[in-house]
Nanobody
Framework: QVQLMESGGGSVQAGGSLRLSCAASRATYCMGWFRQAPGQEREGVAGIIQIHTYYVDSVKGRFTISRDNAKKTVYLQMNSLKPEDTGMYYC?????????????????WGQGTQVTVSS
């Protein structure tokens, strides 16, 4: 079992930046960031496994996922934020090699951190 704790959310104006962090209680294999806006389905935003990364099209060029294995922490740097980026952001971990489909094996989730982007 693994515990995940997100931090770094907040309220910013459009064009601003935030960096989310996800600290894990133990080493993890694949990590993903997901978000859910009110009334919408949860979507996979970014994932990282070893040196490989995935980004949903809407955040490519603006968001960067990275990890510090020594700190057991994954980050999501979010630049040029837009109002449509608003939502609750969750990190999750998967033990699957197919995790970059942002669906397979995500069994452990954090409690989420809210991101609000105003226009």
């Amino acid at each position: 079992q693994v515990q995940l704790m997100e931090s770094g959310g907040g309220s910013v104006q459009a064009g601003g930046s935030l960096r989310l962090s996800c600290a894990a209680s133990r080493a993890t294999y694949c990590m993903g960031w997901f978000r859910q806006a009110p009334g919408q389905e949860r979507e996979g935003v970014a994932g990282i496994i070893q040196i490989h990364t995935y980004y949903v099209d809407s955040v490519k060029g603006r968001f960067t996922i990275s990890r510090d294995n020594a700190k057991k922490t994954v980050y999501l740097q979010m630049n040029s934020l837009k109002p449509e980026d608003t939502g609750m952001y969750y990190c999750a971990t998967s033990a699957s090699v197919n995790c970059l489909n942002m669906k397979t094996g995500y069994n452990y989730w954090g409690q989420g951190t809210q991101v609000t982007v105003s226009s």
